[in-house]
């Protein structure tokens, strides 16, 4: 069993920068597939981006590649959203997950545990 708890979200203007936290308990967690994903009020929750359990592959949406970083540090059984040069359209509910190693890290279905999301809004 793996819980999952994100912190970090705020109010940020245009252009501003966030780092999202999510701080994993349960043993496994280093087995886990690591991932972010957002969602908009009335759209459906997309795909942010992933990170093996290693760290050795990371997995971006083209939106967001070369703003947002993913990174995890075992030790601390916590994975990081680095987020840089924020835009209004970033704005939604970002949500932390794990999964196994089977299934795609591009999709919601395979993800076994979620959080409860942290609230990310970029406005001016």
């Known amino acids: 069993q793996v819980q999952l708890v994100e912190s970090g979200g705020g109010l940020v203007q245009p252009g501003g920068s966030l780092r999202l936290s999510c701080a994993a308990s349960g043993r496994t967690f280093r087995r886990y597939t690591m991932g972010w994903f957002r969602q908009a009020p009335g759209k459906e929750r997309d795909f942010v981006a992933a990170i093996t359990w290693n760290g050795g592959l990371t997995y971006y949406t083209d939106s967001v590649k070369g703003r947002f970083t993913i990174s995890r540090d075992i030790a601390k059984n916590t994975v990081y959203l680095q987020m840089q040069s924020l835009k209004p359209e970033d704005t939604a509910l970002y949500y932390c997950?794990?999964?196994?190693?089977?299934?795609?890290?591009?999709?919601?279905?395979?993800?076994?545990?979620w959080g409860q999301g942290t609230q990310v809004t970029v406005s001016s």
């Open positions: 997950a794990a999964k196994d190693a089977s299934g795609s890290p591009w999709y919601a279905g395979p993800y076994d545990y």
